[in-house]
């Protein structure tokens, strides 16, 4: 007697695991942000050598970030667990950064402030019309990462002089890309609320 595959069930086998390598480098990201926060702070980051290790964490963490999706990508490993945990990474390992350097009073609050009221003004925005429409990843939301991530290293980093003045420059690209690319994205929100279609997303 021949058996019949259902759809449904052709449809399950195709999907990926979730117990998968680039999964595994995201949990590993979100377990080294504690990690990452006692190096930062440990001294009140008064000592080079704990700096240096934390700088060298926040580059790793970072690495895995890039590597786990462009291994998804290429071996079709993409997962709705990966969808969710990877930005939650992303967003708790830079938060983490910009908390910790403004506790050291190394960064203004106010930059803080902006940078994580728009992550989660964006976030709550995004619930909110998941139902009309996706809005994919943007050139200036990639940007405004990428940006983040070289200034908070060049911070976190215990230099001085021209190193520290190139990483003021970059920060100060970095609020002025993440406040441009946050109202793109509320006028990209406002388009699929309205009318269900999506072109970018930040």
């Known amino acids: 007697m021949s058996s019949v595959t259902k759809p449904s069930e052709q449809a399950a086998a195709a999907r990926p695991s979730p117990w998968n390598l680039p999964n595994a480098l995201t949990v590993a990201r979100i377990f080294m942000v504690p990690v990452f926060a006692w190096l930062l702070l440990s001294h009140d980051g008064e000592q080079d050598g704990w700096r240096i290790a934390a700088t060298a964490c926040f580059v790793a963490a970072i690495l895995t970030d890039n590597l786990d999706g462009a291994i998804a990508r290429r071996r079709g490993l993409v997962t709705d667990f990966g969808k969710l945990a990877d930005p939650i990474a992303d967003k708790a390992l830079t ?4 908390v910790g350097l403004s506790l050291l009073g190394e960064l203004s609050w106010w930059v803080t402030g902006v940078v994580l009221g728009r992550e989660l003004l964006v976030t709550a925005v995004r ?3 998941i139902r009309y429409g996706v809005i994919a990843a943007s050139r200036g939301g990639k940007l405004k990462t ?6 908070l290293a060049g911070y976190i980093l215990p230099v001085g002089g021209l190193l520290h003045a ?3 420059g970059v920060m100060t690209a970095a609020v002025i890309v993440t406040v441009a690319t946050g109202v793109e994205y509320l006028v990209q929100a406002v388009r699929v609320r309205r009318t269900g279609q999506a072109d970018v997303a930040p």
């Open 166 to 168: 190139a990483a003021v």
């Open 146 to 151: 990428s940006l983040q991530a070289i200034a």
């Open 95 to 98: 938060g983490t950064a910009f």
């Open 127 to 129: 619930f909110v019309v």
